[in-house]
């Protein structure tokens, strides 16, 4: 079954190649430009804003005392007997549109659905991953690797491989060593360190190394969303191992001055 779509799919694009390859170069190039949008809303938003672009390259003609104009798509006109092409502009605008009962354009209908359809897979894959995650929350151990933003399972936004369980557990082991306090409660695991008027967040999660995040506690209790944190972070690499505690306190210090100088800022 899926070969077969994929066969069709195939299809469906040599056949838009050939419709654009027929039409004129600046009428090809406005439809192809739907490869510009970013996202599912911005093609919506293209599809319309498309249209006149399209009616500012159409040339209408007279007929009698009526500006009227074919489309320049699909070349259609009037049903009528007795009339030739389309109203210009609004006429011409509902064909291509496919507003009212107007019959709508095959060619600019065939652009439209190509431009939505390509975002609507990528939100339905978006909305599948995001649902798996859901319910990886409910069954794993998950980690706080941050405040107020949602805890995160063991391989979620990592670059680098996930740890093993005996990894992981070695990495906890240094966070230990290094004065960190490791929480665990409804299989929601965070590692801290208060440090004055900070707090540091570990994230052991990642292979090769340990990432930390610190954060100003007072802002931490008056802001409502993440986004309005400030925060520096650093790394130890897991082969570090001459002066460890060392490095560490340098690096914290230096994160705690950078976090100083934005408030400064």
Request: charged share 30%.
């Amino acid at each position: 079954m899926d070969d077969k779509i994929n066969e069709l799919e195939i299809d469906l694009y040599r056949a838009w190649q050939t419709i654009l390859k027929l039409l004129p170069e600046h009428f090809s190039d406005i439809l192809e430009s739907s490869r510009n949008c970013q996202s599912h809303d911005e093609a919506i938003q293209w599809s319309y804003m498309i249209i006149d672009k399209l009616l500012e390259l159409t040339q209408p003609f007279q007929d009698g005392a009526e500006d009227r104009a074919y489309c320049p798509l699909c070349g259609d006109g009037s049903s009528s007997s007795f009339r030739t092409g389309y109203a210009y502009p609004e006429g011409l605008r509902r064909h291509l549109s496919g507003d009212g009962r107007a019959c709508e354009c095959f060619v600019f209908h065939f652009a439209r659905k190509l431009a939505i359809r390509r975002f609507t897979s990528v939100d339905q894959r978006t909305a599948k991953i995001k649902k798996e995650l859901e319910n990886r929350r409910l069954m794993e151990d998950t980690f706080r690797i941050e405040p107020l933003r949602a805890p995160k399972v063991l391989d979620e936004d990592k670059f680098n491989s996930a740890r093993s369980p005996e990894r992981l557990s070695w990495a906890e082991n240094r966070l230990k060593e290094l004065g960190f306090e490791i929480h665990y409660s409804a299989r929601v695991k965070s590692y801290t360190q208060q440090h004055g008027a900070f707090v540091v967040f570990a994230d052991p999660r990642g292979e090769g190394e340990l990432r930390f995040s610190v954060y100003k506690q007072e802002q931490m209790e008056r802001v409502s969303s993440p986004l309005q944190l400030q925060t520096s972070s650093f790394f130890l690499r897991d082969n570090w191992t001459n002066d460890l505690a060392g490095k560490y306190r340098t690096r914290l210090a230096q994160s705690i001055e950078s976090l100083m100088s934005q408030n400064e800022a």
